[in-house]
């Protein structure tokens, strides 16, 4: 039997308005009689494919995100890791002492900017951002 799968939008929508019935056991017992809610249902998997970002980027992308970062962002040590179009970054400068973490974090995407226009960017999607004054 094929594995049934939902939309997102869908899954969010049951994740939202069932909690309790995604939060395991109840304490109390169904009343005589009666299955318990997740019991009448199918099991319901969604199992999204694994995404790849082709670009036409030539080099390396986690060396050229760094570099603009470093460059752009005054003082600034940045880490990143990660692939398929999806980063992680930490960044460490002495620009981000009193600014909020919205500021600072607009100063770093402003960094990177270039390399995330266009339907072929090396950057799809920054998972994480980080960042600190030193």
């Given at each position: 039997m094929p594995h049934r799968t939902l939309p997102v939008s869908l899954a969010l929508a049951l994740l939202l308005l069932a909690p309790r019935a995604l939060a395991g056991p109840s304490p109390r017992?169904?009343?005589?009689?009666?299955?318990?809610?997740?019991?009448?249902?199918?099991?319901m998997i969604y199992d999204p494919p694994m995404s790849s970002h082709p670009t036409s980027f030539q080099g390396d992308v986690v060396a050229a995100v760094r570099a603009a970062i470093e460059e752009k962002v005054p003082g600034a040590r940045a880490e990143v890791t990660g692939g398929g179009g999806?980063?992680?970054?930490?960044?460490?400068?002495?620009?981000?002492?009193?600014?909020?973490?919205?500021?600072?974090?607009?100063?770093?995407?402003?960094?990177?900017a270039h390399l995330m226009k266009?339907?072929?960017?090396?950057?799809h999607a920054v998972d994480s951002l980080r960042t600190r004054t030193p």
């Amino acid at each position: 039997m094929p594995h049934r799968t939902l939309p997102v939008s869908l899954a969010l929508a049951l994740l939202l308005l069932a909690p309790r019935a995604l939060a395991g056991p109840s304490p109390r017992a169904p009343r005589p009689g009666r299955l318990p809610l997740l019991a009448t249902r199918p099991p319901m998997i969604y199992d999204p494919p694994m995404s790849s970002h082709p670009t036409s980027f030539q080099g390396d992308v986690v060396a050229a995100v760094r570099a603009a970062i470093e460059e752009k962002v005054p003082g600034a040590r940045a880490e990143v890791t990660g692939g398929g179009g999806h980063y992680s970054i930490e960044v460490v400068s002495p620009v981000f002492a009193g600014k909020g973490m919205l500021e600072s974090q607009r100063l770093v995407y402003g960094a990177i900017a270039h390399l995330m226009k266009g339907d072929d960017a090396p950057v799809h999607a920054v998972d994480s951002l980080r960042t600190r004054t030193p």
